[in-house]
């Protein structure tokens, strides 16, 4: 069995993910792993990965059911008990996973690691504002404005599939805000201060530019928090969360207002109200993601 399993979910990126997997199966340092390619109804030359590096990996086909349901299927076909993920236009450093190696060794309170990244957008290289910087410990609270975690720079024991869940697979994007989420909730996420994984952002394939009002996929998860595990939540975390959830509505709703869509404003309202009257339970989750 080997140590970890590395998951890349992919979707018509056969020349990124070629370099992806190249970077990864020639400049590892750490050798003990498993790649895992799921490709998630890829039209373009993707399949040709299967042959080009056979007995290098596992290529697992399925219908373009969306980047959620790909990582699932990669977690569930895997046999390590750490998970790593790995977008597909993302690369790795060659230490990368020898040092998350020596850092669970070193550190076996923290069942999820994360490394420092560099961001490319664009082909230029850019600097994180302070609010993006990574933190280490408890970082619920930090958590709930944007997403602190990249799943590029993860990994995390299978455990934590066990007692958190896997990807939400109604999300289309934010699903690894969710995730991320229900785990700091309760644990403490470690941090290897090294710049390990390079990010490239700003191309047309990123789910980010497809959707728009990112906010309500955060809404979803932050009120699906409270819906089921409301009574978990210490008062300092609830406090914050419904803090955010009103301040990320008030801003959709202005949004909405402002370009005259008068169904999604109704909805947002609609929201609001029952948060202020800590009526979770009557909001309908799926309006947000379907309007």
Known sequence: MPFFSVIIPTYNRYESLKKAIDFLLIHQTFRDFELI????GSTDETHQIE???RDQLVYIKQKNYGVSKARNVGIANSNSPYISFHDSDDL???RKLENQYMYILNNPDFLINQTDEIWIRDGVRVNPMKKHRKREGDIFLDSLELCLISPSC?????????RYGLFDENLPVCEDYDLWLRITLKERVGLIDKKLVIKYG???????KK????????????IKLLIHHGNEINPEYQDRAIEVAKKKCAILLQGALRRQNDVFADTIKKIIECIDNYNYNRISLENLLKI
């Open 37 to 40: 390619v799921v490709d998630d």
């Open 211 to 222: 959707y728009w009002g990112m906010d309500r996929f955060r809404v979803y998860s932050i």
């Open 202 to 208: 700003g191309h047309e394939s990123q789910l980010s």
């Open 154 to 162: 993860v990994a995390m024991t299978r455990e934590l599939f066990e």
């Open 92 to 94: 790795w450093y060659p």
């Open 51 to 53: 042959d080009e590096y």
